[in-house]
């Protein structure tokens, strides 16, 4: 049973749009979420993170918004560029200290 | 500072054979995980280990196991290898710092081929 679902295996965006990924969990006991950026050959690397105390936080070009009573966060980059172009990892974890459960996660193409 | 590391970067094994795969954390970090990915299914959960414990484990067989030594380098180990084992294994330090936010800092991975 997956608790970490990224139901888009693939995005296309055009360059300087907004991209809007998106991940659903399962385990109302999540309390921390990650997102990840992974490129071919390249082990993945911290993008974001949001506590479920919040339910936005914003870096940069990077934005996650959580919405515990969906079981939902999204990650919007506004604009999207090329370089974006990898594969993006939602993770959740129940309790500090306890290991991330991993989404599948969604292939983001941003075509120039 | 130094990233994580992984030696080796790819590997080609044969069914039945062992394997033992090494990771160094970024200095000060004690905490390091594993994780497996495959095609489609993401990133397993393999198991973690802090100050030379093991603190969890994932749903993997007792073909996979692990250690940690007192410097925070970790190792892990698969037995009697099967097809199936074909993957990327990630290793990730975290400092595990409960007053800073719970990240983890991946190495680049090895390429595991089992033929």
């Known amino acids: 049973d997956q608790q970490v679902k990224q139901n888009s295996p693939s995005l296309s965006v055009q360059e300087g749009r907004i991209s809007i990924l998106n991940c659903d969990y399962t385990?109302?006991?999540?309390?921390?979420f990650l997102w990840y950026k992974k490129y071919p050959a390249e082990g993945p690397t911290f993008l974001i993170s949001i506590s479920s105390i919040k339910d936005k936080n914003e870096d940069g070009r990077f934005t996650v918004f959580l919405n515990k009573s969906a079981k939902h966060l999204s990650l919007h980059i506004v604009p999207s560029q090329p370089g974006d172009s990898a594969v993006y990892f939602c993770a959740a974890r129940a309790t500090y200290g306890q290991n991330f459960v991993f989404g599948p996660g969604t292939r983001l193409s941003v075509l120039p | 500072k130094a990233g994580v590391t992984q030696t080796p970067r790819y590997l080609i094994k044969t069914r039945g054979q062992q394997v033992t795969l090494s990771c160094s954390p970024i200095?000060?970090?004690?905490?390091v995980s594993w994780y497996q990915q495959t095609p489609g299914q993401g990133l397993q959960f393999l198991f973690e280990?802090?100050?030379?414990?093991?603190?969890n484990k994932g749903n993997f067989p007792g073909r996979f196991s692990g250690r940690q030594f007192s410097n925070s380098r970790s190792e892990m180990n698969v037995s009697t290898l099967e097809l199936g084992d074909s993957a990327l294994y990630l290793c990730?330090?975290?400092?595990?710092?409960?007053?800073?936010?719970?990240?983890?800092?991946f190495g680049p991975g090895t390429r595991l081929t089992v033929t």
């Open positions: 990730a330090s975290s400092p595990l710092d409960p007053f800073s936010p719970y990240e983890q800092y």
């Open positions: 200095s000060g970090h004690r905490s």
């Open positions: 280990y802090f100050s030379e414990t093991q603190r």
């Open positions: 385990n109302s006991m999540f309390d921390y």
